[in-house]
């Protein structure tokens, strides 16, 4: 019993079934999804227990502000913790003349408006800087696989114009590459021209506080991809 060996299709076109390989592509302009905001706690103590009382009791003031915001804060990190002597030369050695401390979040929001009320508050307070705010997608946003949607069009456009030009049709896709889809600047990091701000204050309540006016800015997706066609045979003599 032998068992028939399908014949391999070549990687070429062929007089009777010419191919034709063309790239789509796709850009598109949404609306950013999440906000990012860095914040900088910091604290200052003649010894280094006060100093970590200090800013202890400052990063559970800013944590507790962050959560008051309920759903619009989608997410809250902390990052670096540090307590740094401060030297200071006496005679011919050295003592220290005070202890710095400082803690760095980090803070995700959805909802754009809180964040202009959120930002102020926070730099409002003593001994303590934000920056940001840097605009973002999520990973999985839906303008992602509309760029990719778009780029797919766009090739079967393209490669049917280009058949159409010789009097034939699109037959068959015999391969669609995904060359890549992805937004102009990596999750949660800066943009180009997204706002930066850093500001000391002294601690004042929220109602004299005004809320910054911020713009979101917009995403750019992008979406490429490689697709070959094969075609039915051309009417070279038209």
């Not at 309920?70 to 030369?89: H, N, Q, Y």
């Not at 309540?205 to 070959?228: G, I, K, M, S, Y």
Request: glycine residues 8%; without cysteine.
């Amino acid at each position: 019993m032998t068992t028939d060996t399908p014949t391999p299709t070549p990687s070429y076109g062929t007089p009777e079934t010419p191919r034709v390989a063309v790239r789509g592509e796709a850009q598109l302009e949404v609306d950013p999804e999440i906000a990012r905001i860095s914040i900088t706690i910091g604290a200052r103590g003649t010894d280094r227990h006060t100093a970590l009382d200090d800013l202890t009791r400052r990063n559970a003031r800013v944590l507790e502000l962050v959560k008051s915001y309920g759903d619009a804060v989608e997410k809250l990190e902390t990052g670096a913790f540090s307590i740094t002597p401060e030297l200071t030369r006496h005679g011919r050695g050295e003592r220290v003349r005070a202890y710095h401390g400082r803690v760095h979040l980090t803070v995700e929001l959805t909802d754009f408006t809180a964040l202009g009320e959120l930002t102020t508050r926070i730099a409002d307070l003593e001994l303590t800087s934000v920056s940001g705010p840097w605009w973002s997608l999520r990973p999985d946003s839906p303008a992602h696989g509309q760029a990719r949607r778009q780029a797919v069009r766009e090739a079967v456009q393209r490669a049917r114009e280009y058949a159409e030009a010789l009097g034939a049709r699109l037959a068959a896709l015999v391969e669609l590459a995904d060359i890549g889809a992805e937004t102009s600047s990596a999750y949660g990091m800066p943009a180009p021209g997204a706002m930066r701000s850093v500001a000391y204050g002294n601690a004042g309540a929220a109602e004299t506080t005004p809320a910054l006016d911020l713009e979101p800015q917009r995403q750019t997706v992008h979406a490429q991809v490689n697709a070959r066609f094969t075609m039915t045979p051309p009417d070279l003599n038209s």
